[in-house]
C-alpha cells in the first residue's frame, strides 16, 4: 500500500476515534437528569416489550442499570474497535516510512486497550465534577471489558480480511505473516 494511502487511512481512523471519544465524554457531561432520560426511552422500550410478551416487569430499576452498563461497554468496545483501527494503520505507516517491521499485533491489542482503559478512568474522573453524576470503579471495569471486546473483534475481522486478500494475490500484512 503506498504511503500516502495509509496516512490518508490513518488520519481517517484518527478522527473517528476522536469523534468517539468526543461523543463519550459529552454523554459523561450530561447531568444526571438528562442521562437518565436518554437511558428511559430504551427502559420504556424493554419494559414494553416484556408486558407485550406477557411478562410482568417488577423491577424496572434492574433494566435500567443493565441499559445503562449495555451502553457503557457498547460506547467503549466501539471506542476499541477505531483505537485499534488507528493504531493498526499508524502502524503500518510508520513501518513503511522507516522501512522497519511493523509491531506485532499482540502488541497494537495492548496499547489500543490500555489507551482506552485510561481514557475510561479519566471519562469516570470527569462525571465526578457533573452534577449529580458519580466516577465508579466498576464503570471503568465495564468499559475496559468492552475495548477488549471491541478489540479482539476487529483483530478477527481484520485477519479474515487478509487472509481473504492474500488468497486472492495480494501482499502480507500484519495479519498473514508467521506471527
Not at 493504531?87 to 513503511?96: D, E, H, K, M, P
Not at 511493523?102 to 462525571?127: C, K, M, N, R
Request: some cysteine.
Amino acid at each position: 500500500m503506498q504511503i500516502k494511502k495509509l496516512r490518508k487511512q490513518t488520519i481517517i481512523y484518527g478522527a473517528i476515534t476522536l469523534a468517539i471519544m468526543a461523543f463519550i465524554f459529552v454523554q459523561s457531561a450530561m447531568p444526571d437528569y438528562l442521562s437518565e432520560e436518554e437511558s428511559n426511552i430504551l427502559v420504556v422500550f424493554i419494559t414494553n416489550l416484556l408486558e407485550k410478551t406477557g411478562r410482568t416487569v417488577s423491577n424496572e430499576e434492574l433494566i435500567s442499570f443493565l441499559v445503562r452498563k449495555a451502553a457503557h461497554f457498547t460506547e467503549y468496545a466501539i471506542l476499541g474497535a477505531s483505537l485499534f483501527l488507528t493504531s493498526y494503520s499508524l502502524n503500518r505507516t510508520v513501518s513503511a516510512l522507516k522501512g522497519k517491521r511493523p509491531w506485532h499485533v499482540g502488541i497494537l491489542y495492548l496499547f489500543s486497550w490500555l489507551i482506552g482503559t485510561i481514557y475510561a478512568g479519566t471519562d469516570e474522573l470527569h462525571q465526578l465534577f457533573v452534577p449529580g453524576r458519580y466516577g465508579q470503579f466498576r464503570d471503568v471495569l465495564i468499559d475496559s471489558a468492552g475495548l477488549a471486546l471491541g478489540i479482539l473483534i476487529t483483530m478477527v475481522i481484520c485477519r479474515k480480511k487478509s487472509q481473504k486478500v492474500q488468497k486472492l494475490g495480494g501482499a502480507n500484512d500484519l495479519f498473514t505473516e508467521n506471527e
